[in-house]
């Protein structure tokens, strides 16, 4: 389990290295991520600057403590909110920027595609694009409400929110970022499912190591290329992985054959 998780990190580290092959063709997903970074900041930094009044008043039955109770709390009510702000910015971040430059991005996904002696044949609609970064958003709403939650639970919460936040953030941005690989093999939602379920460290080692780079200033703007790069490598595996399972013989350069799409209920 844990070397598989190391594994997933390295698939990022892989999606890096196109910058060395390919410099000009991630230089494209510079553009619509630093975008996507500059409004986030925006909405981030009077989140910070507002955030001493911001817990004030969202505990006012702490007005009477004595310190250093009242510090203490009002405190950790801060990191927690910051904390599920940077859970939902990352979805935020992931989705607006999929949406503006998905003409780039689908360069990039075609490049490593072609990389590994593959043809891609799939496009990714912009309504498509559109219900993809909605659900991201929606998923983003739902874990920054977890670690609220979380949050709140005494001594531990700050850390366990924090630990919470980084794996499902981690897990759902990997299985969205893979979904141009599966989309152009006509993968069901059900089969990515079960490819991904199959690979589950290795892909929780990807999306963690992506969400906590994320995290770093600046960081998401320079990941963003290659974590696509490295979500196309990262269902590549998962998908070879999958048919090695089956008993089925890779031919060389050849693509590992898809599991049978389930219908759709």
């Known amino acids: 389990m844990i070397r598989e998780f190391f594994a997933g990190v390295g698939t990022l580290l892989r999606g890096f290295r196109m910058w060395r092959s390919h410099p000009k063709l991630m230089a494209l997903g ?3 991520a630093f975008i996507a970074w500059a409004v986030l900041l925006a909405a981030l930094v009077p989140l910070v600057i507002w955030l001493g009044p911001l817990t004030d008043w969202m505990t006012p039955f702490a007005d009477g403590w ?22 939902l910015s990352a979805f935020v971040f992931t989705a607006l920027t ?9 360069r990039i996904w075609k490049g490593v595609e072609r ?10 609609g912009f309504w498509s694009t559109i219900g993809e970064g909605v659900r991201l958003v929606i998923f983003g709403i739902l874990v920054a409400l977890l670690t609220l939650v979380i949050g709140f639970v005494p001594v531990i919460g700050g850390v366990v929110a924090s630990v919470v936040g980084v794996l499902l953030s981690g897990r759902i941005l990997a299985r969205e970022l893979t979904g141009r690989a599966f989309d152009a093999r006509g993968l069901t939602g059900y089969s990515r499912s079960e490819l991904l379920g199959a690979s589950r460290s290795r892909v929780l080692g990807f999306g963690v190591a992506t969400q906590l780079c994320f995290l770093v200033p600046l960081g998401a703007v320079v990941t963003m290329p290659a974590a696509v790069a490295g979500s196309t490598l990262l269902a590549h595996d998962v998908l070879r992985r999958s048919t090695t399972k089956r008993g089925v013989v890779d031919t060389p350069g050849s693509a590992p054959a898809p599991p049978p799409a389930h219908p759709r209920a």
């Open 30 to 32: 510079l553009i619509p």
């Open 66 to 87: 004595v310190e250093p109770w009242q510090t203490i709390l009002r405190f950790g009510l801060g990191a927690v909110i910051v904390v599920a702000a940077l859970a």
């Open 115 to 124: 990389s590994l002696g593959e043809e891609p044949t799939g496009e990714t």
């Open 98 to 106: 999929l949406t503006i430059g998905d003409p780039f991005y689908q």
